[in-house]
């Protein structure tokens, strides 16, 4: 049964500290998402790749937050510096998009990383 | 911008009763709409998916409907039990996007026993 594994699991840390969350995907999946989730804005998409190239990351705070995938099977999410508003639980999700006429939509989350920045 | 508007926030039922969350979405062009399960400290899972081309789906006690017109989509559940008590996600396709969902804001069910 594959899945998407995170690490860590749990992350606190003082404010001011670089934090650094992986994901490896699926094997095969192509696409990796970064969400942010919090108890006022639920599921919030920071950024994805597709075959590991940034599409989109307008969702993230583009002065303290990076996000990259060294290779297929290892996306980081990185914060610098990081803020007691970034306290949330990361979550990496995985899909397999095939081509524009056969989207698959179908994500598949990890275990997600709790943060707390204090 | 695109947005899923989700409700009821809270639903509170006896075990055995039925329960129905409903989600309604602005992109005219959304064409899946699938539906999470989040249990307390873990990850969402998906638990059933409907396509535009489709007005309902059943997996056992899951149901789901859409209606393309009214821009609207619903979670059944039959027969509760005890362990469906989580936090349901809605989400819809971005059209024209490759592969991105947005996400209502969830749902927390609780069954009592």
């Known amino acids: 049964d594959a899945r998407v594994t995170q690490t860590p699991r749990h992350k606190v840390t003082e404010m001011g500290q670089e934090v650094t969350m992986r994901c490896q995907p699926i094997?095969?999946?192509?696409?990796v998402f970064w969400y942010r989730q919090t108890m006022m804005q639920g599921l919030e998409l920071l950024a994805y790749f597709r075959n590991r190239a940034p599409l989109d990351d307008s969702g993230m705070p583009k002065d303290r937050f990076s996000a990259e995938m060294p290779d297929a099977t290892l996306a980081t999410l990185k914060i610098q510096p990081s803020e007691p508003r970034d306290s949330a639980v990361y979550f990496c999700?995985?899909?397999?998009?095939?081509?524009?006429?056969?989207?698959?939509?179908?994500?598949?989350f990890g275990p997600g990383t709790r943060l707390t920045v204090t | 911008g695109e947005n899923v508007e989700q409700h009821p926030s809270t639903l509170s039922v006896q075990e055995g009763d039925s329960a129905v969350i409903k989600c309604t979405y602005s992109d005219s062009a959304s064409n899946y709409f699938p539906w999470y399960k989040q249990e307390l400290g873990k990850r969402p899972q998906l638990i059933i998916d409907?396509?535009?081309?489709?007005g309902e789906k059943k997996d056992q006690r899951i149901a789901v409907t859409l209606n393309k017109t009214a821009k609207h989509f619903s979670l059944h559940i039959t027969e509760t039990q005890p362990e469906d008590s989580a936090v349901y996600f809605c989400?819809?396709?971005?059209?024209?996007?490759?592969?991105?969902?947005?996400f209502g804001k969830g749902t927390k069910l609780s069954v009592k026993p």
């Open positions: 999700a995985s899909g397999l998009v095939l081509g524009y006429d056969s989207i698959s939509y179908e994500q598949y």
């Open positions: 094997l095969g999946h192509n696409t």
């Open positions: 989400a819809a396709s971005i059209g024209g996007s490759q592969g991105n969902l947005i």
């Open positions: 409907i396509r535009s081309n489709v």
